[in-house]
């Protein structure tokens, strides 16, 4: 089984997004596109997921009993995409503006606009959920505003120079973490701020997330084509930063 060979999780998906976030200065100070292929598998892959995703919540529609069960499995999958695919649209239109293109920026918005239908459906049903599930609706909710969060701070040290917080949830929110990381920045070495960020979501964020793997085939898509984006020089300004996600996801499948 895929998660048997690749072992993808909540928690893979949220510490790509934090490399996405460190890869971010080097990748926009080169102002190089990222190749096609990577693009479209990018692109792909989310599609794929999104109809997936749309079919278990068509198939759920008629089984009151099975939404709950439904919800606790999506959730995570979803709004921790978010988190990895925000931050890296926000990476995509920074590169846009600096290149003076739009390509990259409705590919992204194509794909940001596929997660947040899905979000609104479950959001809404969520809303119809009986009284005697109310705990458990309020442990999704609890998840959905962490992953907000953590998604505006990588959205907002990504976007700040370049003015783009079209892909944050809150964009006042991203713009004052945006702020905050500039002020921070220094001339030399690793910027406070980012030390911050990376320990904060190891320590509080990270430890909210299950270690459950994912089965879904279009994760170990999505994950590769964004690392195909980011050089691995880029990964640290020192060139030394490195995850075990990254060994894993590039030994995977050879």
């Not at 695919?85 to 995509?92: D, E, N, P, Q, V």
């Not at 002020?183 to 406070?192: D, H, K, L, S, Y």
């Amino acid at each position: 089984m895929l998660s048997q060979r690749f072992g993808l999780s909540a928690k893979s998906l949220a510490e790509l997004a934090l490399v996405v976030s460190h890869a971010a200065p080097g990748i926009l100070e080169e102002t190089k596109a990222p190749s096609a292929e990577s693009i479209c598998g990018f692109w792909r892959s989310n599609r794929l997921l999104q109809k997936r995703w749309m079919n278990e919540l068509d198939a759920g529609t008629n089984a009151s009993s099975y939404d709950m069960e439904l919800f606790e499995t999506l959730t995570p999958r979803l709004f921790t995409s978010e988190i990895l695919i925000r931050t890296f649209s926000t990476l995509l239109a920074a590169l846009d503006r600096r290149l003076g293109t739009d390509d990259l920026t409705r590919v992204a918005r194509n794909v940001v606009s596929g997660l947040l239908e899905i979000r609104m459906i479950v959001l809404s049903r969520l809303l119809t959920v009986v009284e005697d599930d109310h705990d458990r609706v309020q442990k999704i909710d609890r998840l959905r505003r962490r992953c907000d969060r953590w998604n505006d701070l990588l959205v907002g040290t990504i976007g700040i120079k370049d003015e783009c917080f079209e892909f944050a949830i809150d964009p006042d929110r991203a713009r004052d973490f945006g702020e905050e990381s500039m002020f921070a920045e220094t001339e030399f070495g690793v910027r406070p701020f980012e030390q911050l960020v990376s320990a904060g979501l190891r320590g509080t964020f990270l430890q909210h997330l299950s270690n459950q793997n994912f089965e879904e085939p279009e994760f170990l898509i999505l994950t590769k084509s964004i690392l195909s984006c980011i050089p691995r020089q880029a990964l640290h300004r020192d060139g030394s930063f490195r995850t075990s996600l990254e060994r894993r996801i590039y030994s995977s499948g050879r």
